[in-house]
Each structure stands twice: as structure tokens, then as C-alpha cells.
T-cell receptor, first 113, second 116 residues
Framework: DTGVSQNPRHKITKRGQNVTFRCDPI?????LYWYRQTLGQGPEFLTY????????KSRLLSDRFSAERPKGSFSTLEIQRTEQGDSAMYLC???????????FGPGTRLTVL | AQKITQTQPGMFVQEKEAVTLDCTYD???????LFWYKQPSSGEMIFLIY??????QNATEGRYSLNFQKARKSANLVISASQLGDSAMYFC?????????????FGTGTQLKVEL
């Protein structure tokens, strides 16, 4: 049983550059979530997909952030014009329709210099 | 307003002893879910245990049990027979059924250190 995978695991970029992260959920899961976690804090919700539909977006998700899940399988999270405050761990999770439990991937750690 | 409160930033326990990690929550929903996750230094969030608001019995999963006190709005995690590998950050989270969709709201976590 393959878990949630995320790529890349680490990303270092310069301020102003664009970055894109990928998340592959557990294969039978139709719900996919993105969270952001900064040092010393719990994860904070960013956005949620059910199949290919983006059903909810947090106010944390500024105009520079966009997420897609075009075929209802993998998802991408893009950050344009990165800022130092974007440095964080970006976590993806997925869940099925039978259970509320969200299973997380290993995360992508972003460092903006 | 903070919806999940974890008041213990750090806890120490001796190997083979039991430890309780505290979590209180705030919601006006009748239907909600409470979760505990473990986050080792590698960063991955590992699901441990789930309690639904309508579940009459406390949830148990192996060495983990959830002490659910609905009237007090508390959902404490009990780890029995602690092992060195239990050293990690532990997060309590809540899923509310209304207004929040399926998103989880997390507490600030408790860092657990298991000592010999």
C-alpha cells in the first residue's frame, strides 16, 4: 500500500523565484489537502480538493499561491514570486470517502533565501 | 480564538512508563472528530488515533488510547509502556463538520522525550 508522496523533499530558492511542489495521494483517496507548517507551530490548512474540484481555500493562500488537481489524482502547489516568509514545510494529505482520517506525506521543506 | 489547546510544550517520561499528553478543544458543533498525530524529527505526520464526537467508547490503538471527556472538551492521549522511539512531537487536531469543511485545525504540539 503506497502512502502519500511529495516531491521534491527539499527546495532552496532565491526570493522572487517561482516554485512548484507535487503531491501524489493514496491511490483510492478522492480528497486531497495542503497544509503549511512553520517552525514551532502545528500545520495550518491551505486548501482542499475533492476529486478535481477545489472546494475550500484558506485566507493564508494569497494570490501568489495556486493549487491544481487537474485529473483528480496528483496535485501541484505553485508559489509565485517567493518571499522569505514563505519558508516553511508544505504538507500534503489525502483521505477517502469512508473515513475522515487524513494521511500525510513526508512534506516539502522550502527555504527562500 | 484558539480551537485546540495543548498546554504542555515539553514532556519527559521514562522508558516503559505511561504518559498523558493533554488536549482541550473548543467547538459549537455537535459532530466533530479528534485526531492525534506524531511528528518525528524527519517531519512526516503519522496518524495515531481518532475519536468521533458521537463515539461512546474511548478509542484505543495498540499502546495509544484517547481519554475523551466530552463535557470537559478534552481529548488527552495516553501512551502506555513508552519506548525510545516514541520521542517526537505530538499534535492534537480537530475536524469540524460545519463551516470548516474537512480541514483539520491543529494545536501547537507537545514535544515528548523518552528517557532510559
Amino acid at each position: 500500500d503506497t502512502g502519500v508522496s511529495q516531491n521534491p523533499r527539499h527546495k532552496i530558492t532565491k526570493r522572487g523565484q517561482n516554485v512548484t511542489f507535487r503531491c501524489d495521494p493514496i491511490s483510492e483517496h478522492n480528497r486531497l489537502y495542503w497544509y503549511r507548517q512553520t517552525l514551532g507551530q502545528g500545520p495550518e490548512f491551505l486548501t482542499y480538493f475533492q476529486n478535481e474540484a477545489q472546494l475550500e481555500k484558506s485566507r493564508l493562500l494569497s494570490d501568489r499561491f495556486s493549487a491544481e488537481r487537474p485529473k483528480g489524482s496528483f496535485s501541484t502547489l505553485e508559489i509565485q514570486r517567493t518571499e522569505q516568509g514563505d519558508s516553511a514545510m508544505y504538507l500534503c494529505a489525502s483521505s477517502g470517502t469512508r473515513t475522515d482520517t487524513q494521511y500525510f506525506g513526508p512534506g516539502t521543506r522550502l527555504t527562500v533565501l | 480564538a484558539q480551537k485546540i489547546t495543548q498546554t504542555q510544550p515539553g514532556m519527559f517520561v521514562q522508558e516503559k512508563e505511561a504518559v498523558t499528553l493533554d488536549c482541550t478543544y473548543d467547538t459549537s458543533d455537535q459532530s466533530y472528530g479528534l485526531f492525534w498525530y506524531k511528528q518525528p524529527s524527519s517531519g512526516e505526520m503519522i496518524f495515531l488515533i481518532y475519536q468521533g464526537s458521537y463515539d461512546e467508547q474511548n478509542a484505543t490503538e495498540g499502546r495509544y488510547s484517547l481519554n475523551f471527556q466530552k463535557a470537559r472538551k478534552s481529548a488527552n492521549l495516553v501512551i502506555s509502556a513508552s519506548q525510545l522511539g516514541d520521542s517526537a512531537m505530538y499534535f492534537c487536531a480537530m475536524r469540524e463538520s460545519t463551516g470548516g469543511g474537512n480541514k483539520l485545525t491543529f494545536g501547537t504540539g507537545t514535544q515528548l522525550k523518552v528517557e532510559l
